[in-house]
């Protein structure tokens, strides 16, 4: 352990072992995955990004070994580690700099957002000389200003290659088209048991290949169409499982989308509707199933249902409110506002 930690001392690494792990240390060759706890802060102790926290779901980083991933000391420091050790490494800043980015890709991912979502589409050194924002103050500082790191891993897990599914974002491009029907139709299955949840997971996975293989076509032609093409209904099953799941504003933006490229997208309209309703948005909603009957006649049963539903939900509100109004303000309150 000794010769290992005056190897990374030799690299701009200080490791602090603070609970020693089991067994022998692995071989870590390329294709072996790894799971592992993270917590990245300043050297001040200023936390950027915890893995056990339950804004990051408490779950854990995995990493292919030798897979090339955007942050290479991850992949360096855990071959120092054996399974179930703690250890605490402060990092130079010439291992650090491309952290902002790998940062805001994992807060992305919590989000159920696009993992490059507000990245250019230029290399990473780049990126980092630029002046684009990614949303997060703490990663903007750090971009405009990069720093020495401190990065705390509980190494769980070390899986041999082959003893493991391989996660969608380490497949070959051609793994990924082979795959994208088979996690479509997973979500479909999860979704027909009622796990809405699961199922999610599944489209999300299946758009996530083809949004990086999208990514390495130009806009607009042939080939990029054909995946936007295929995208769109594991968008719209994604879509609902939001919906199902309460979380409307997401809804609302991924619809827009696709209205903004399908303008014709019933679907899209009929989801963007009941999340406008559900978030108090009258004039959209009416509007967006406007569109629905428009374009598809045989759906006004169902739009009006929607309209129905939505009416009723106001006139509820509108009275809990008049009712928290008159508590607070007393029987001449109605008389009051009449005057």
């Excluded at 792990?21 to 592992?36: I, M, N, P, Y």
């Excluded at 032609?221 to 719209?236: A, C, F, G």
């Excluded at 809990?320 to 009051?336: I, Q, V």
């Amino acid at each position: 352990m000794e010769e290992i930690a005056v190897a990374l001392s030799a690299e701009g690494i200080q490791k602090k072992v603070i609970s020693p792990g089991r067994g022998q240390l692995s071989a870590f060759a390329d294709g072996t995955k790894v799971k592992f706890h993270y917590r990245t802060s300043l050297l001040d102790g200023t936390v950027l990004d915890d893995s056990r926290m339950e804004e990051c779901h408490c779950k854990p980083m995995e990493l292919i070994m030798g897979k090339k991933f955007k942050l290479p000391v991850w992949e360096r420091i855990v071959t120092t580690m054996k399974e179930g050790e703690i250890s605490e490494f402060t990092c130079d800043t010439k291992h650090t700099a491309l952290y902002p980015l790998v940062s805001q890709s994992l807060r992305n991912i919590r989000a159920g957002k696009d993992p490059l979502e507000g990245q250019r589409h230029c290399c990473g050194i780049a990126q980092i000389h630029s002046h684009h924002s990614s949303g997060h103050h703490d990663l903007d500082e750090l971009q405009a200003t990069p720093k020495p790191l401190v990065f705390t891993l509980e190494l769980l897990q070390v899986l041999e290659t082959g003893t493991f599914q391989l996660d969608t974002w380490a497949m070959t491009d051609e793994e990924k088209m082979e795959a994208v029907p088979q996690i479509h139709e997973q979500g479909n299955a999860l979704f027909k048991q009622g796990d809405v949840v699961g199922a999610g997971e599944n489209y999300y996975n299946a758009i996530a290949c083809l949004k990086n293989l999208q990514m390495k076509e130009r806009a607009g032609d042939e080939h990029w169409i054909k995946l936007d093409v295929l995208m769109t209904p594991l968008l719209l099953n994604y879509c609902q499982c939001k919906l199902m799941q309460g979380q409307f504003y997401e809804v609302l933006d991924h619809c827009s989308s696709l209205i903004s490229k399908y303008d014709d997208n019933v679907k899209a309209y009929f989801k963007r509707g009941k999340a406008h309703a559900a978030v108090w948005n009258k004039k959209e909603a009416r509007a967006d199933f406007a569109r629905v009957v428009e374009l598809d006649p045989s759906l006004a049963p169902s739009v009006a249902r929607e309209l129905r539903a939505m009416e009723e939900r106001i006139r509820g509100k509108e009275e809990e409110e008049k009712g928290r109004y008159k508590n607070l303000f007393g029987d001449n309150a109605t008389a009051t506002t009449k005057d």
